[in-house]
């Protein structure tokens, strides 16, 4: 990198932290406060809230330095995280501002500014699902999760690229807006189809994020970019007003940097059943009272039982993952957890035949209930207008040929409480989960790093598509270190339906014993606006 270049860069990041203020900082010297201004990079939202209450700054200030921290990285670094920044996120953040100095009380979420896949419903936002055959379009109304998320007190500040369609669990590449890299080493991908959010969320471009999962969408990115991802069981979180891709296995979930504020951001989406998703049925009764929080014991790892799953954690593993896989299993001994290896009998017969290919059948829905304003009515008329990456072709081709209405009467085709073959899967896997009274199953959520951009064929090692998406059943990643070149490698959990309250306690028990969570190097803290009087 040559001195012009840093130079110029540095000349960057002071100008834009004078224009919007890179932390709290300005904001302190503008209404003088007695505690050390408030910094947003890895901040948790305990910490935002904490900021809030002391006077250290407040919403607007907050949402203007992640602001910042987008202008002075996402483009210049060609991180190329986001799609579009909400030009309302201000005037919200002022709303809660005059709400806050009325009542003196925090919402659950009061001021956390969200970073949100391409794919969710917002409500005056574009959302385009990565699609340039949707660019400009912006819905009437809001996702349910979105609008819980809002009604808590969270602020949109902007939409996340994604893989387009949500097609791949390896790169996100968009029409939209391009590829997405990994903070952590932009050489290399941030896997799919959740990277944008993934890789915004660990840059600290926001406070927490949210992902969809089909297949690997939030565990895989969360996984490549030292992340928690929730993947929570079928049926506990609304999908209504998110682009699908399979509606039988898709499900939206938190993306974040700790356990904790996954956790906080779970309990105000599980709201129990929702007319407009028929399947959140399911969730009536399994909600805990009190919520998901109460699960957050640093010490909940003693006592536990947990099943070491060989059937994926030795599928041809990368010598580096494997490694940290064996030193995670001997972190959760170490704080207190019995691990006993388990095998699925006759894996490969049970797990097969899982997919069915409804997208055509759910998009066109979809883009139904949207109204005159999409720009298009159905997906033959995408592939009509060429609208579209060119990774993406033969995937649109092959779902407009072999694509298939759900069916709850032919296996394969059916929802996860119905569908025969997802009812054995769940069975096979929760009988051995009795049998050996375990709480949860681990493995690594892949296990090979993070491809490097380009290399399609360096797609390998992904375990999250095995399991949770066919049974329906909860799946957790957490950081489990990091491999070659600075690349983070996630470890997974996998639970009993509606058991969101042991996975917690499991993974926020190992996060708390390891701390393997680190921000990536590239995107520091933007330096603090010179003071007057200084040059």
């Given amino acids: 990198m040559s001195i012009l270049f840093q130079a110029s860069r540095l000349f960057l990041l002071l100008l834009l932290s004078a224009l919007f203020g890179s932390s709290c900082q300005q904001a302190a010297r503008e209404q003088p406060v007695a505690h050390v201004p408030f910094e947003v990079a890895e901040a948790s939202i305990e910490q935002v809230q904490q900021a809030l209450r002391r006077g250290d700054c407040n919403c607007e200030q907050l949402v203007r330095a992640y602001q910042a921290r987008i202008a002075a990285y996402d483009q ?184 904790a504020d996954a956790t906080r951001l779970l309990d105000v989406l599980a709201t129990g059943p929702d007319p407009a998703d028929p399947l959140t049925s399911y969730s009536a009764g399994k909600i805990p009272a009190r919520g998901y929080r109460q699960f957050l014991d640093p010490s909940g790892l003693k006592g536990a039982r947990i099943g070491v799953l060989r059937t994926l954690s030795e599928r041809h593993p990368d010598p580096q993952v494997k490694a940290l896989f064996e030193q995670a299993m001997a972190d959760l001994r170490r704080a207190g957890a019995t691990v006993v290896d388990v095998e699925i009998p006759d894996f490969d017969r049970v797990s097969a035949g899982q997919w069915s290919s409804v997208f055509k059948h759910d998009v066109n829905q979809y883009l139904a209930d949207q109204g005159p304003k999409v720009p298009v009515k159905n997906i033959d008329e995408v592939l009509a207008s060429g609208k579209y990456s060119a990774y993406i072709k033969e995937n649109l081709q092959d779902e407009l040929a072999h694509g298939v209405a759900p069916s709850p009467r032919q296996p394969g085709r059916g929802e996860a409480y119905t569908d025969p073959r997802r009812l054995a899967f769940r069975q096979a896997v929760t009988a051995v989960m009795d049998r050996y009274r375990v709480g949860a199953l681990v493995y690594p959520t892949w296990n090979n790093p993070p491809a490097k951009i380009g290399d399609f064929k360096g797609y390998k090692g992904d375990n999250s598509q095995l399991i949770a998406p066919h049974t329906g059943q909860p799946a957790f990643t957490v950081p489990m270190g990091f491999t070659y070149d600075n690349l983070p490698a996630g470890l997974q959990f996998l639970g009993r339906s509606f058991d969101e309250p042991t996975l917690i306690k499991y993974a926020y028990g190992y996060e708390q014993a390891t701390h393997h969570r680190r921000a990536p190097a590239r995107f520091p803290a933007l330096p603090a606006p010179a003071k007057k009087g200084q040059p």
């Fill in 76 to 259: 210049p670094t060609q991180l190329n995280a986001i799609v579009v920044t909400n030009p309302e996120a201000l005037a919200a953040a002022r709303q809660l501002d005059a709400e806050y100095r009325r009542t003196g009380k925090l919402r659950p979420l009061h001021c956390t500014a969200l970073i949100v896949k391409d794919n969710y419903n917002t409500a005056g936002l574009q959302t385009a699902a990565g699609s340039l055959a949707l660019k400009g379009f912006a819905p009437n109304t809001d996702a349910t999760m979105v609008k819980a998320l809002k009604a808590a007190g969270a602020i949109v500040l902007a939409k996340s690229n994604m893989a387009e369609w949500a097609f791949s669990p390896m790169v996100t590449i968009s029409s939209l807006a391009g590829e997405t890299r990994n903070p952590y080493n932009l050489e290399h991908v941030p896997a799919g189809s959740s990277g944008g959010t993934a890789a915004a969320v660990a840059a600290s471009f926001g406070t927490a994020g949210l992902g969809t999962d089909t297949g690997n969408s939030i565990r895989g990115p969360s996984s490549h970019n030292a992340l928690v991802g929730f993947r929570p069981t079928l049926g506990l979180l609304s999908r209504a007003g998110i682009v699908p891709l399979y509606l039988r296995n898709d499900t939206g979930g938190p993306m974040a940097r700790s356990v």
